[in-house]
């Protein structure tokens, strides 16, 4: 379910690595749950420092535009906010994060970085193909351990 078969497009066990699976107790408000999310990123040099700036004030002017469902939301910005290529992180928290005046309690923030606006429209497929199964999302939630955390994402 999560790979794909298309040509030249990454599959999930492409575009995640293991060292950009994060478990987190808790975060001060949305704003430090952008910059932890997308910190993976940032060390893997798939984005630039200002990338996770850039998408905070995005969120001022437009509101939490990723945020998906409750528990879940896409942390990603256009490629020229920071964008250097194309990769993916999640971070679960234990306790819930609000974003601005969204009444959605998120717990799972996928991070993705993409190069330009079109190599992502697969990793969004695989994602919202994931996420639609709410067994997997629980069971996202119940995982104790980043292994554990990696190794559902890849199985499913």
């Known amino acids: 379910m999560c790979k794909s078969n298309k040509d030249n497009v990454a599959t999930l066990d492409q575009l995640l690595q293991k060292k950009n699976v994060q478990l987190i107790n808790k975060v001060a408000n949305w704003q ?3 910059r932890i999310s997308l910190k993976p990123l940032e060390k893997g040099g798939f984005v630039d420092e200002c990338y996770a700036e850039n998408i905070i004030k995005d969120v001022y002017e437009l509101g939490p535009y990723f945020v ?29 994060v609000f974003f601005l005046d969204s009444t959605s309690p998120v717990r799972i923030l996928f991070a993705l970085a993409a190069e330009n606006a079109d190599s992502h ?3 969004i ?13 629980d069971k996202l939630l119940e995982l104790e351990n980043v292994d554990d955390i990696y190794k559902h994402l890849m199985e499913v």
């Open 32 to 34: 430090e749950a952008v």
């Open 68 to 96: 998906l469902t409750d528990k879940i939301a896409l942390i990603h910005g256009r490629p020229e906010k920071g964008a250097i290529k194309q990769q993916l992180a999640i971070t679960v928290l234990k306790k819930p």
């Open 121 to 123: 429209i697969e990793a």
């Open 125 to 137: 497929k695989l994602l919202a193909t994931f996420c639609m199964d709410e067994s997997n999302v």
